[in-house]
């Protein structure tokens, strides 16, 4: 049984009884069935498909706070140096990380590679 969702017997209203996370379950299929009060009783099943929306609820982390490096004055254009890595726990686009130097490049020295 489905323990995410819940249905009043009388409007036939369809709730959340706990939260949903898109990370551990995207889609959810239930049968529903509708019981008249008559004597024999009818009833007859439908079936409910529900998808999960993402939403971008995690910020990146970068994998360490700080990275220290030292380069030689005669580097070159396009030389690397330094890679920094980030994670992030979204799936899909949420998920994916993008870089950029937002201070301390004021002579336009280093630029971000995108790969």
Not at 40 to 57: D, G, K, M, Q, Y
Not at 72 to 92: K, P, Q, R
């Amino acid at each position: 049984t489905n323990n995410d969702l819940t249905i009043d017997s009388t409007t036939g209203d369809v709730t959340l009884s706990n939260p949903l996370n898109y990370e551990e379950t995207e889609d959810y299929t239930v049968i529903i069935q509708a019981t008249d009060l008559g004597s024999p009783s009818n009833s007859v099943n439908a079936t409910l498909s529900l998808t999960v929306n993402a939403v971008n609820e995690f910020e990146p982390d970068f994998t360490q706070s700080y990275w220290s490096v030292s380069i030689l004055e005669n580097s070159t254009y396009g030389d690397v140096v330094a890679t920094v890595a980030a994670t992030d726990d979204d799936s899909y686009a949420d998920g994916t990380v993008a870089f950029s130097i937002t201070d301390g490049n004021g002579e336009a020295k280093f630029q971000m590679e995108t790969t």
